[in-house]
């Protein structure tokens, strides 16, 4: 499985972006956002058939995820955008992970696409 992110740029406080990962498959699939200096994080994840999101916290009532099966495309919508929101994003699917927020658990990994959120 090859995945494919897009959408970053460079964006204001307040912004939209919609991030998308093509090449999904029919497993658990999340978004991971990696800041510089910082350790990967969690930021989102939707269930193979789209009926179960997970979201972290700072992100929650800001960030959609979807996905399109028919397309083999996940997305990412990033609302209200803050500058903390500044970091690379990967997408990444996993065919049996036990925790949805672990990167560990996850076994395919997009190539990640930049988002700087200005003030």
């Known amino acids: 499985v090859q995945l494919q992110a897009s959408g970053g740029g460079l964006v204001q406080a307040g912004d939209s972006l919609r991030l998308s990962c093509a090449g999904s498959?029919?497993?658990?699939m999340g978004w991971f956002r990696q800041a510089p200096g910082k350790e990967r994080e969690f930021v989102s994840a939707?269930?193979?058939?789209?009926?179960?999101?997970y979201y972290t916290d700072s992100v929650k009532g800001r960030f959609t995820i979807s996905r399109d099966n028919a397309k083999r495309t996940v997305y990412l919508q990033m609302n209200s955008l803050k500058p903390e929101d500044t970091a690379v994003y990967y997408c990444?699917?996993?065919?049996?992970?036990?925790?949805?927020?672990?990167?560990?658990?996850?076994?395919?990994w997009g190539q990640g696409t930049q988002v700087t959120v200005s003030s």
């Open positions: 990444a699917g996993a065919i049996g992970a036990s925790h949805y927020a672990n990167a560990h658990e996850y076994d395919f």
């Open positions: 498959g029919r497993t658990l």
């Open positions: 939707i269930s193979w058939n789209g009926g179960v999101t």
